[in-house]
């Protein structure tokens, strides 16, 4: 019998072998949909060059404004959506394991399946933790943006 039969991850602590990367997935499911979409957002942001060298340029020329949460929320919100189609086209979500480091694991293969174009790290995080919770990042998506975004 190997020390792994014994395993039960309901009363376990992290294994010291798991990847970094498992622990920020983790912590990011933990977090209330508009947070999710936010975060999102900003990766979208950083993803893309032209946004990057948009934003380089602005500070340079002293221009301080700052995207606030809501219009951060809004841009995640049209990142989702743009992305849930190739997520389902994917396969269903996983069913929600007792182990939500086994369900990150499986998100973040589905999205390995999915023709996102290339996402960095934070929004690969964040697409798999939003694909995690998709009915509630669903529903919160759906929502009218605030007036003025």
Request: charge should be negative.
């Amino acid at each position: 019998m190997s020390d792994r039969d014994d395993y039960d991850p309901r009363f376990s602590l992290t294994p010291v072998d798991e990847p970094p990367f498992t622990e920020t997935g983790v912590m990011l499911m933990g977090l209330d949909a508009e947070r999710l979409l936010a975060g999102l957002g900003m990766a979208s942001l950083a993803d893309d060059p032209a946004q990057v060298a948009l934003a380089v340029d602005r500070v340079r020329h002293g221009v301080t404004a700052a995207l606030g949460f809501d219009a951060l929320v809004e841009t995640g919100a049209r990142r989702w959506r743009g992305a849930r189609a190739a997520l389902a086209a994917a396969g269903p979500r996983p069913p929600a394991p007792a182990s939500l480091r086994r369900a990150w694991d499986q998100a973040l293969r589905t999205l390995s399946y999915c023709d996102l174009g290339e996402p960095g790290p934070a929004a690969i995080a964040h697409l798999a933790a939003c694909w995690l919770r998709q009915e509630e990042i669903d529903r919160c998506a759906e929502r009218p943006a605030p007036a003025g975004i």
